[in-house]
């Protein structure tokens, strides 16, 4: 992306990577020191469509500097995810078999990298690296509009007593 759509050395790339992974790692630790969850789980649904919307408009961006400053969008939004789906994940799952799913999400998530990189790849052999991040971005998109409506209204303490999140 650096290269070709910002005409510059591949540095371009670590620089966007840095803005990304700069901004979880603050982001992260703002969370945890304040144990922030959203009340209303639909909450979440609107942050998986921004995220796509932001990674849509990264895929607009002309100049390195558009790149980091969606990229820094990207992940302050995005950076509000992790934490809820690890929660859910550690409260909701028994504990004599939280290593197994965590180790089982682990794989899942190393295993989507390559099969992303695949198709990421033959997106952009057949019709160009500028449609990669509009084509993930509908499906955020999608996913979040999914979550929004599946848990339309409900709270996390609500949740938690049905069993549905912790």
């Known amino acids: ?3 070709i759509t910002y005409d510059m050395p591949a540095i371009g790339l670590s620089l966007l990577y840095i803005a990304e ?3 979880s790692v ?3 630790i703002w969370i945890a020191n304040r144990k922030f969850m959203f009340a209303k789980i639909h909450t979440y649904g609107w942050i998986y469509i921004l995220m796509g919307a932001t990674w849509a408009l990264f ?3 002309q100049t ?3 790149g980091i400053f969606v990229i820094f969008l990207f992940a302050a939004v995005g950076g509000f995810v992790v934490p809820f789906e690890r929660m859910v994940m550690q409260t909701h799952v028994e504990a004599n078999a939280r290593g197994r799913i965590f180790g089982l999400w682990n794989t899942c998530s190393m295993l989507s990298i390559n099969i992303g990189a695949l198709i ?3 997106v952009i ?3 160009g690296l500028v449609y990669v991040p509009l084509i993930v ?3 955020e998109i999608i996913l979040g509009i999914v979550f929004f409506v599946q848990f339309k209204g409900r709270t996390t303490d609500e949740a938690k007593k049905l069993g549905e999140v912790g």
Do not use: E, N, P, R
């Open 26 to 28: 603050a982001l992260g």
């Open 120 to 122: 990421t790849g033959i």
């Open 64 to 66: 390195i500097y558009q």
């Open 59 to 61: 895929g607009f961006t």
């Open 125 to 127: 052999d057949y019709i």
């Open 137 to 139: 971005a509908i499906f």
């Open 1 to 3: 992306m650096a290269v």
């Open 21 to 23: 992974g700069a901004t």
